[in-house]
Protein backbone atom coordinates (compact mmCIF):
# COMPACT_ATOMS: atom_id res chain seq x y z
CA UNK A 1 0.00 0.00 0.00
CA UNK A 2 1.23 3.87 -0.99
CA UNK A 3 -0.39 6.57 0.13
CA UNK A 4 0.86 9.91 -1.75
CA UNK A 5 0.43 13.47 -0.41
CA UNK A 6 1.16 16.55 -2.45
CA UNK A 7 1.99 20.00 -1.67
CA UNK A 8 3.16 23.05 -3.22
CA UNK A 9 0.00 24.55 -5.22
CA UNK A 10 -1.16 28.31 -4.93
CA UNK A 11 -1.93 31.12 -6.78
CA UNK A 12 0.76 32.75 -8.40
CA UNK A 13 1.11 34.96 -10.93
CA UNK A 14 1.57 34.30 -14.98
CA UNK A 15 4.90 33.93 -16.18
CA UNK A 16 5.59 32.51 -11.72
CA UNK A 17 6.96 29.39 -11.01
CA UNK A 18 5.88 26.72 -8.48
CA UNK A 19 7.15 23.36 -7.41
CA UNK A 20 5.28 20.40 -6.38
CA UNK A 21 5.65 17.60 -4.27
CA UNK A 22 4.52 14.60 -3.42
CA UNK A 23 5.88 12.01 -0.35
CA UNK A 24 4.96 8.98 -0.76
CA UNK A 25 4.85 6.48 2.40
CA UNK A 26 5.23 2.85 2.03
CA UNK A 27 8.01 0.59 0.36
CA UNK A 28 9.12 -0.25 -2.66
CA UNK A 29 8.98 3.45 -4.33
CA UNK A 30 11.84 3.67 -6.30
CA UNK A 31 10.30 0.37 -8.67
CA UNK A 32 6.82 2.74 -9.21
CA UNK A 33 6.51 4.91 -12.64
CA UNK A 34 5.10 7.91 -11.14
CA UNK A 35 3.24 10.73 -12.94
CA UNK A 36 1.34 14.11 -12.61
CA UNK A 37 -2.12 14.89 -14.05
CA UNK A 38 -4.37 17.57 -13.54
CA UNK A 39 -7.93 18.59 -13.72
CA UNK A 40 -9.59 21.98 -14.69
CA UNK A 41 -13.12 22.35 -13.85
CA UNK A 42 -15.20 20.92 -16.24
CA UNK A 43 -12.56 19.33 -17.98
CA UNK A 44 -11.43 15.31 -17.77
CA UNK A 45 -8.17 14.73 -16.03
CA UNK A 46 -5.31 15.12 -18.08
CA UNK A 47 -1.59 13.19 -18.11
CA UNK A 48 0.94 16.25 -17.32
CA UNK A 49 4.29 14.38 -16.91
CA UNK A 50 5.49 11.28 -16.27
CA UNK A 51 8.90 9.11 -14.84
CA UNK A 52 9.73 5.76 -14.85
CA UNK A 53 11.93 4.21 -12.16
CA UNK A 54 14.78 4.29 -14.51
CA UNK A 55 14.16 8.08 -14.77
CA UNK A 56 12.70 8.10 -18.17
CA UNK A 57 11.01 11.34 -18.86
CA UNK A 58 8.05 12.03 -20.79
CA UNK A 59 5.95 15.18 -20.65
CA UNK A 60 2.60 16.99 -22.35
CA UNK A 61 3.24 19.10 -25.31
CA UNK A 62 1.20 21.89 -23.37
CA UNK A 63 3.91 21.96 -21.25
CA UNK A 64 7.54 20.87 -22.62
CA UNK A 65 10.21 23.57 -21.82
CA UNK A 66 8.33 24.60 -18.66
CA UNK A 67 7.67 22.20 -16.58
CA UNK A 68 10.33 19.27 -15.41
CA UNK A 69 9.46 16.22 -13.57
CA UNK A 70 11.88 14.29 -11.30
CA UNK A 71 12.14 11.94 -8.23
CA UNK A 72 14.10 11.54 -5.13
CA UNK A 73 14.25 8.14 -4.48
CA UNK A 74 15.85 8.43 -1.10
CA UNK A 75 13.26 10.47 0.05
CA UNK A 76 10.40 8.98 -1.52
CA UNK A 77 9.58 12.42 -3.41
CA UNK A 78 8.45 13.08 -7.04
CA UNK A 79 9.08 16.80 -8.06
CA UNK A 80 7.20 19.23 -10.36
CA UNK A 81 8.70 22.12 -11.06
CA UNK A 82 6.24 24.71 -13.00
CA UNK A 83 7.90 27.88 -14.99
CA UNK A 84 6.02 30.71 -16.73
CA UNK A 85 2.92 29.18 -15.64
CA UNK A 86 -0.26 30.55 -17.68
CA UNK A 87 -3.65 30.56 -17.09
CA UNK A 88 -4.57 27.93 -18.72
CA UNK A 89 -2.53 25.72 -15.85
CA UNK A 90 -4.96 26.22 -13.20
CA UNK A 91 -6.17 22.83 -12.55
CA UNK A 92 -5.83 20.42 -9.77
CA UNK A 93 -3.10 18.62 -9.74
CA UNK A 94 -2.70 15.12 -8.32
CA UNK A 95 0.26 12.60 -8.15
CA UNK A 96 -0.13 9.48 -9.01
CA UNK A 97 2.15 5.84 -8.36
CA UNK A 98 2.10 2.81 -10.45
CA UNK A 99 3.59 -0.29 -11.26
CA UNK A 100 3.02 -3.80 -12.76
CA UNK A 101 3.38 -6.88 -11.24
CA UNK A 102 3.31 -10.28 -12.08
CA UNK A 103 -0.27 -10.64 -10.25
CA UNK A 104 -1.60 -7.28 -11.46
CA UNK A 105 -1.11 -3.58 -10.98
CA UNK A 106 -0.93 -1.30 -8.79
CA UNK A 107 -2.36 1.88 -8.81
CA UNK A 108 -2.12 4.85 -6.27
CA UNK A 109 -3.28 8.70 -6.28
CA UNK A 110 -3.03 11.72 -4.09
CA UNK A 111 -5.36 13.85 -3.08
CA UNK A 112 -4.57 16.57 -5.30
CA UNK A 113 -3.19 20.37 -4.72
CA UNK A 114 -4.99 23.28 -6.38
CA UNK A 115 -2.97 25.43 -8.43
CA UNK A 116 -3.88 28.62 -9.71
CA UNK A 117 -2.46 31.09 -12.43
CA UNK A 118 -4.11 34.41 -12.33
CA UNK A 119 -3.27 38.33 -11.96
Known amino acids: QVQLVESGGGLVQPGGSLRLSCAAS????????LGWYRQAPGKQRELVAT???????SYADSVKGRFTISRDNAKNTVYLQMNNLKPEDTAVYYCNAFRIRLSGSDDYWGQGTQVTVSS
Open 51 to 57: ITSSGGE
Open 26 to 33: GTLFSMYA
